[in-house]
């Protein structure tokens, strides 16, 4: 089973980097591949370069084994300059892995805007989703398409794709748009994002205005 985590990273910081080890731990996955989104088609560009983003990405992972970059979306864009739909990322990676288990990973606020993705049907076509919740976090009435495809952890192994399940973990407090807050206002981001990430930043001069 592979576990699929996209993301602008803009830039990466412990709260991705948490979840991605604990769902790799709770669903017993083989690796979570981590997707830099080249071209996101639901907000702006991001400020920083997509080769720097990347950059960024590998530092954070290095001691990480299970943690895998995965570069299509960046490559697609290379190549047609589209924007990085997750349906057409799904269905690469199908193409590459015809019959295992994929596992893509959102956050339950992502889920809220899920109806609103390119095809997002067919997300369910090449992959299970797996919805991260904080605790405490309450389940809006879910429509009979949903309802349809709910499981639990144990059954996402049966099937290629198709299933939704909710899964708690833990979600530390921390986003990038803060962490890019903090260092336009010239103070320490320290202990939200890896040291090798926050020395990249200094070197680069990365997010120093607003
Ligand atoms: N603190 C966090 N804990 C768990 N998951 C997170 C956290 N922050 C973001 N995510 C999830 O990681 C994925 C990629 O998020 P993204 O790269 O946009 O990070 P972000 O911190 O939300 O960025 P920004 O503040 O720029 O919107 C999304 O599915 C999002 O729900
Ligand atoms: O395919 C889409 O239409 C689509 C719309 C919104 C978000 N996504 C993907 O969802 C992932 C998380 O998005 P975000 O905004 O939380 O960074 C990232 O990989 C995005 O490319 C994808």
């Known amino acids: 089973m592979i576990g699929i985590f996209g993301g602008t990273f803009d830039p990466v910081?412990?709260?991705h980097l948490r979840s991605a080890l604990e769902v790799k731990d709770i669903f017993g996955l083989d690796e979570v591949r981590l997707i830099p989104c080249a071209n996101p088609p639901h907000r702006e560009q991001p400020t920083v370069t997509a080769e720097m983003r990347l950059q960024m990405l590998e530092l954070a992972i290095k001691t990480q084994p299970g943690l895998k970059i995965d570069t299509r979306e960046l490559d697609r864009y290379d190549l047609?300059?589209?924007p990085s739909y997750m349906v057409?990322?799904?269905a690469s990676l199908r193409?590459?892995?015809p019959t295992e288990s994929l596992l893509l990973f959102i956050g339950s606020d992502a889920f809220k805007?899920?109806?609103g993705w390119h095809q997002w049907q067919r997300l369910f076509d090449y992959a299970h989703i797996v919805v991260m919740t904080r605790p405490g976090f309450e389940r809006q009435q879910l429509d009979d398409f949903?309802?349809?495809r709910l499981a639990g952890v144990n059954e996402l192994a049966q099937a290629a794709a198709g299933k939704l399940c909710f899964q708690q973990v833990t979600q530390l407090d921390i986003s990038a748009t803060a962490i890019r807050d903090i260092i336009a206002r010239k103070q320490n981001p320290g202990?939200?994002?890896p040291d090798a990430v926050i020395e990249y930043i200094k070197q680069h001069k990365l997010y120093e205005t607003r």
Do not use: M, N, R
């Open 13 to 15: 910081h412990y709260g």
């Open 191 to 193: 202990f939200l994002l």
């Open 95 to 97: 193409q590459e892995f």
């Open 113 to 115: 805007h899920l109806t």
């Open 80 to 82: 047609h300059q589209v």
């Open 146 to 148: 949903f309802k349809a």
């Open 88 to 90: 057409d990322t799904l």
